[in-house]
């Protein structure tokens, strides 16, 4: 059984003991686009026991230069993210046994999937997100590694509840929230070294290798060829909300209330329903062809082409209005579509 794994248990700080932690872990990775498909490649190809992967969105043409779980026919079929990257993983590594969530990492969700995860992996492209993911790590007491990059700048810190500051605390003295838009593109290496810290970190972790644990703030430019670690033990603050002594989740706080919201770096506006629930795409499909919109989809989703937009709406109501980034106008075109 652990042929496959020869390689790894010969790295003296992992061995057979630390295998076999590996095969007992439960990770949750939260995106499946750049940096969750290489997360998740190497976490799967290095046996842990199970991966749950959250994602929102569905395969596109302009993912395939750095996504690399996917191919040209999960584009074709529209297929979202987290159940191409489930079909993929589970062909490299059929052992490893991987949940797919199709929806938006929203504090709630987070709420309901935290159960027996012993670490989250940031692979999100949000701010919004992220300090979700730090509150949910605090409150659980659940270790997670944040990673991010634009261009050819990344950067990647370890977040261990009680031992290291929180994303939260380290937001007063870097630019963490400024790398959240892929506006000015990204090259792949960018991505791959974020990944290579976070992976490292997580196997680390995974095998319970606490004194071995980065405590510094890595960041780097691939094509300017700069190097920084910053340490960061003095940036853990007692009266952050987050993880202080009064502290109150402030990014858990729940809302209600429809959702509209433009996505970064994207002429596309994603609308979430006040009212979690199932929508029947099978009933959608046959009502909107039947006035007259052009309509495919699969298990997953709907694509309706209109005049000037390309709508998709998947299950759980949620739904992306590609060719606008007007709020008001995406809205306007949602409920003319789902009433
Ligand atoms: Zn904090």
Redesign the pocket.
């Known amino acids: 059984m652990y042929e496959r794994y020869s390689r790894q248990m010969l790295f003296a700080p992992i061995g057979q003991n630390g295998q076999e932690k590996i095969r007992s872990k439960h990770v949750l990775m939260i995106g499946a686009g750049a940096l969750g498909s290489s997360n998740g490649e190497i976490l799967t190809r290095a046996g842990i026991g199970k991966l749950t992967i959250v994602d929102r969105d569905y395969v596109e043409a302009s993912n395939l230069q750095r996504q690399q779980l996917y191919t040209e026919e999960d584009v074709a079929q529209k297929l979202p993210k987290a159940v191409a990257a489930k079909k993929r993983l589970k062909a490299i590594n059929s052992d490893v046994e991987i949940r797919a969530v199709v929806g938006d990492a929203t504090p709630e969700m987070l709420e309901e999937l935290i159960k027996d995860v012993d670490l989250i992996l940031d692979a999100t492209d949000n701010f919004e997100t992220r300090m979700a993911i730090n509150d949910i790590s605090q409150k659980h007491q659940i270790p997670w590694i944040y990673g991010a990059c634009v261009g050819s700048f990344g950067m990647s810190f370890t977040i261990i509840p009680g031992k290291t ?2 994303l ?2 380290l937001l007063k003295s870097l630019p963490v929230q400024g790398m959240t838009c892929d506006t000015v593109g990204i090259i792949a290496p960018t991505v791959q070294m974020v990944v290579a810290h976070q992976t490292a970190e997580a196997l680390k972790i995974l095998v319970e290798d606490w004194e071995a644990i980065r405590h510094s703030f890595v960041s780097f430019d691939l094509w300017r060829n700069q190097y920084s670690s910053i340490k960061m033990a003095k940036a ?2 007692d009266s ?1 909300l ?3 002594s009064e502290r109150t989740y402030p990014y858990l706080m729940k809302e209600n209330l429809m959702k509209s919201e433009v996505l970064c770096g994207r002429d596309t506006v994603q609308i979430r329903p006040s009212k979690q629930g199932e929508v029947d795409l099978n009933e959608l499909s046959v009502h909107l062809s039947g006035s007259h919109f052009e309509v495919k989809g699969n298990p997953y989703l709907l694509s309706i082409e209109m005049e000037d937009n390309r709508i998709v709406i998947f299950k759980d109501g949620r739904a992306l209005i590609h060719g606008t980034k007007d709020l008001a106008h995406a809205r306007s075109i949602y409920q003319r579509l789902l009433g």
Do not use: A, L, M, V
Request: hydrophobic share 0%; aromatic share 0%.
């Open positions: 500051p929180c939260n605390c853990k603050d952050c987050s993880c202080g």
